[in-house]
């Protein structure tokens, strides 16, 4: 018989009940030089925290994995480094005024099991989000990172439970 595709069963093993986001670290070097590709070199305070949050309340809505803040008890053991965060222009109007950018977060990202054996790594995970500067569809960037956090969590919680 044909169906949806919409399946109630887990996708993990039974052996991962429980997963530890450790805090993302923070490697985004803010002290490059500028470059054609950045432009605009901006940072975030507390993006890490943000980020890590956000994931945290990703695998917490996905439901597929419990998370624990005690990393001994967990058996997974999700780690990450915010690699590249830049903002880009991507649609000007004729006087080169900017009205459209685009936000770029790279990170790399490692899922290990509890014995510390490797599972996933992924050195290139990369989220993004636009946002006008005018006109009916403008919003803040502050509005625009919120989105791009919601990207980047969904991309790792689909990257892990997607795994199995």
Do not use: H, M
Not at 52 to 68: A, C, K, P, S, Y
Not at 141 to 153: K, P, Q, R, Y
């Amino acid at each position: 018989t044909a169906g949806c595709g919409y399946s109630a069963s887990r996708l993990l093993p039974a052996s991962y009940q429980t997963i530890y986001v450790e805090a993302f670290d923070n490697k985004i070097p803010i002290t490059e030089e500028f470059s054609e590709r950045v432009g605009y070199i901006t940072n975030i305070p507390q993006l890490e925290e943000k980020v890590t949050q956000g994931v945290i309340d990703r695998f917490l809505f996905d439901g597929n994995l419990r998370v624990t803040n005690k990393p001994e008890t967990a058996d997974l053991v999700l780690t990450g480094q915010l690699r590249d965060f830049y903002r880009q222009p991507i649609l000007r109007t004729d006087d080169s005024t900017v009205e459209e950018y685009r936000l770029n977060l790279t990170a790399s990202v490692t899922l290990r099991d509890k014995e510390g054996k490797l599972l996933l790594e992924e050195p290139d995970l990369v989220a993004d989000s636009t946002y006008f500067l005018f006109g009916a569809l403008a919003r803040t960037e502050t509005a625009a990172v919120d989105d791009l956090i919601t990207d980047f969590s969904r991309r790792i919680v689909e990257w892990v439970i997607e795994y199995w």
